[in-house]
């Protein structure tokens, strides 16, 4: 969904971005298991992450020793910036494809939507 050139995102900052984006916060392990990578590698996207003011780090209240990831409102303003700009691309990608397969793409665009809609 990032554009690397727009966003200056590493891959694996855009899934800590996507993964905090659908599920509001969560600890580092729990990130780290969520995009299937180290805690080693996690903890340094998510350094990088913090000094470009697009996710927080806090001491979870219940349990000092861990600690909770969330996206700041700059984090979740790049989410919507980045989706604005992927719905922006669609219609010239889409022009590409014949009229069926077009309407196939859009027919499963939905559905994956509509699913989305219900777990959200």
Do not use: H, Y
């Not at 600690?67 to 910036?81: H, P, Q």
């Not at 990608?93 to 509509?114: F, H, M, N, P, Y």
């Amino acid at each position: 969904m990032f554009d690397k050139n727009e966003f200056r995102f590493t891959k694996t900052q855009q899934m800590i971005v996507m993964a905090l984006w659908l599920d509001n916060d969560m600890t580092l392990a729990q990130l780290s298991d969520r995009i299937c990578t180290s805690n080693e590698q996690a903890t340094r996207a998510v350094g990088q992450l913090v000094k470009m003011g697009v996710v927080t780090r806090n001491k979870n209240e219940n349990n000092r020793r861990t600690i909770d990831i969330s996206l700041t409102d700059e984090g979740k303003k790049a989410v919507k910036e980045a989706q604005t700009m992927l719905i922006g691309r669609m219609p010239e990608s889409l022009q590409k494809l014949s009229e069926s397969d077009a309407r196939t793409v859009l027919e499963c665009i939905e559905k994956v939507g509509s699913i989305f809609n219900k777990i959200l």
